[in-house]
């Protein structure tokens, strides 16, 4: 009992010095998301905070996506013409609204696997071949500026610029889809 050369100790890699074994350093990040592996980790955990809240993220970004171009709230023949009000009563809306945010979710879920994350939003780029690349970029703000409202005071800059590469990673991999390059 409490020997230092016991089997189990054998079997996690053996630490009869007393000492702890060292943690495991994080794998190195794929240079095709641009972030350390301490942005990584901390978009991952703030990310949580808009998981909770995936349908009014979304709706607020798609709200103030309108209000900035309402033009692409025409793109959708179903939520033309209709008012903010109207617009956050409507279930069809909401579900446009988590669709999207349930790609980034996914992105998220998926930063220690970029093919995976890759693959889907190309695959999400080649469904909006129906609108302009540059209109695509336009989600960029609205986008940031909701995370900013749902963190609160957990927003700084280090996470926004952290939020800001996420973004692009995002939206270039899609307008690649909607380019079929
Ligand atoms: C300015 C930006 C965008 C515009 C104008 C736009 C436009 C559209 C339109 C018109 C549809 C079809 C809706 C329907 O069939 O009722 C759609 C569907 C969809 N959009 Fe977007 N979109 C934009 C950005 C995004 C982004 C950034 C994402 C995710 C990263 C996204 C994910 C989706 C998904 C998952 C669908 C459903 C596709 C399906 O039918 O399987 N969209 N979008």
């Given amino acids: 009992m409490g020997c230092s050369s016991s089997t189990a100790d054998v079997k996690r890699g053996g630490y009869s010095n007393g000492k702890l074994p060292e ?3 994080p794998p190195p990040p794929d240079p095709r998301l641009p972030l350390t592996a301490r942005q990584k980790f901390s978009l991952e955990k703030s990310w949580k905070a808009v998981q909770r809240n995936m349908e009014e993220v979304g709706m607020n970004t798609l709200l103030r996506l309108f209000k900035e171009d309402p033009s692409i709230q025409d793109l959708f023949p179903s939520f033309k ?23 980034f979710d996914e992105v998220v879920e998926q930063l220690n696997n970029l ?4 693959s889907l939003l190309t695959k999400t780029g080649k469904k909006h071949s129906m609108i302009d690349p540059d209109m695509m970029m336009k989600f ?10 749902t963190l609160e005071d957990r927003y700084n800059e280090k996470i926004e610029a952290i939020y800001i590469t996420f973004t692009k990673f995002v939206l270039d991999h899609v307008i690649t889809g909607m380019k079929g390059t």
């Fill in 23 to 25: 943690p495991s350093a």
């Fill in 81 to 103: 013409g209709q008012t903010e009000h109207q617009l956050r009563n409507d279930m069809g809306f909401e579900n446009q609204a988590v669709m999207i945010l349930n790609i």
């Fill in 115 to 118: 093919d995976a994350a890759i």
């Fill in 140 to 149: 960029e703000k609205p986008f940031l500026e909701t995370v900013k409202e």
